[in-house]
């Protein structure tokens, strides 16, 4: 009966499943720098992205194996995607891109595994991506076109009485880019979680009856978030491909 309660309490709150925990206390200066578990799994997708990739092409047959299929089929999806986004100027900053989506998208079902951890979820780990995203795009338009990257904020064709109110409007949107980019990724893996686990605890306090009628919403559930998982690593990825092509190629 313990063992059942504490089991009950935990399910009761869905947000335990996002809590920090410190797997290896580290202090440096005063400044918190532990070893986390979020840490630990941010590590892990990129240890799992390196053998996707290492195992699925060391052998690099003419007629590829399922693994090598996957690993063409994942390189060819985000080349195209920044082919068709931002064109032949982007081909130079396909590493970058790459590795963003795959490191989000094994971030993403990594944590679709039970008893772990999405990184994802966290506000901060997206929040520090998108960061990453804007500063670098940023620098990339001022080196590509100097002071001239500024018109990025002066529409084409639009009345002069009108146009410090669009520049305004124009510089606002622009530096919330990054804030509205963390938010959409953090928002939906957070959400899907939480209602996953509100759904367990259906089934742990309705029993063995009754429970089945929760559990089937649990696996339709599951099978949804496998497929939001994809769709945000990719939403945040074109996102990058599209403010990347406003850097390079000035477009409105």
């Known amino acids: 009966m313990p063992a059942r309660r504490e089991s009950e ?39 799992a992205v390196t053998v996707f990739m290492v195992v699925g092409m060391r052998k690099g047959e003419l007629v590829p194996s399922r693994w090598q299929s996957m690993v063409e089929m994942s390189y060819e999806f985000v080349a195209n995607m920044l082919r068709e986004n931002v064109g032949p100027a982007g081909r130079p900053y396909f590493p970058f891109i790459f590795s963003l989506f795959m490191f989000i998208l094994f971030c993403n079902m990594l944590g679709m595994l039970p008893y772990s951890f999405t990184v994802t979820s966290h506000i901060i780990v997206t929040l520090a991506l998108a960061l990453v995203v804007f500063i670098g795009v940023t620098l990339i338009g001022f080196v590509r076109h100097g002071f001239h990257f500024l018109s990025l904020f002066v529409p084409k064709g639009v009345p002069a009485p009108l146009l410090p109110l669009l520049v305004v409007i124009e510089v606002l949107s622009y530096f919330i880019r990054p804030i509205s980019l963390s938010i959409r990724l953090f928002a939906n893996m957070m959400a899907g979680h939480t209602m996953l686990k509100v759904f367990a605890g259906f089934v742990i306090s309705m029993g063995i009856f009754f429970g089945w009628l929760p559990l089937s919403f649990i696996v339709a559930l599951t099978g949804l978030e496998i497929v939001i998982a994809f769709l945000q690593a990719y939403v945040f990825t074109i996102l990058t491909c599209l403010y990347l092509n406003d850097a390079l190629n000035l477009h409105h």
């Open 9 to 47: 309490a935990l399910a009761a709150n869905p947000l335990e499943q996002f809590e920090i925990k410190r797997l290896v206390p580290i202090e440096i200066g005063g400044l918190d720098a532990s070893f986390t578990n979020s840490s630990a799994f941010m590590v892990l997708a990129i240890l």
